[in-house]
């Protein structure tokens, strides 16, 4: 074996050194937790989905919440409701995307496959499928709006994400 072949990772080794080196270049010391372009983003897990990027933002901008499928649940909705009221959150923007897994199968295909990959039972976890996007999209757009904490001068839009070429398209 060649003295240049690094050890398999074991751990968190290499997520620690990268940090290491984010950390002797940081230049976000002192920021105030504030959204400073007044947006928040709830979109999906996914991690071809870029949020501040694909928005022209930068650290600092934008509260980002990410769920399984870009869906508003219990959880983004607080995160949404505190951007609003304590973090300068003045636009909302929902952003699920094409190619989504969430998306692409029933709830028994997709229990069925974590069950496989799991090696147990998973019938008493709520996966939460989208049968539908664009009328999930179009719920939630509307759950944010009618939400009693979220008041009407904030502006709520649902966009979908395409994974292939980095288009947003407004739907809501």
Request: with cysteine; proline share 5%; net charge negative.
């Amino acid at each position: 074996m060649s003295a240049d072949v690094s050890p398999p990772i074991t751990g968190f080794e290499d997520l620690l050194a990268a940090n290491a080196e984010y950390a002797d270049h940081f230049a976000y010391s002192g920021f105030d937790g504030i959204a400073h372009a007044g947006v928040g983003v709830v979109t999906c897990m996914d991690s071809r989905i870029p949020p501040l990027e694909m928005l022209g933002l930068k650290p600092g901008d934008a509260k980002v919440l990410r769920s399984a499928g870009g869906r508003v649940t219990e959880l983004t909705m607080t995160g949404l409701v505190l951007g609003v009221h304590l973090l300068g959150v003045r636009r909302i923007m929902v952003i699920p995307h094409t190619r989504c897994a969430m998306a692409s199968m029933t709830e028994d295909e997709m229990r069925a496959k974590v069950e496989k990959a799991a090696g147990q039972s998973a019938a008493y976890l709520p996966l939460n499928v989208i049968p539908d996007q664009l009328e999930a999209l179009r719920r939630d757009v509307a759950g944010v709006r009618e939400h009693p904490l979220i008041s009407d001068d904030v502006l709520v839009g649902g966009f979908m994400y395409d994974v292939d070429t980095g288009r947003l398209t407004q739907i809501v």
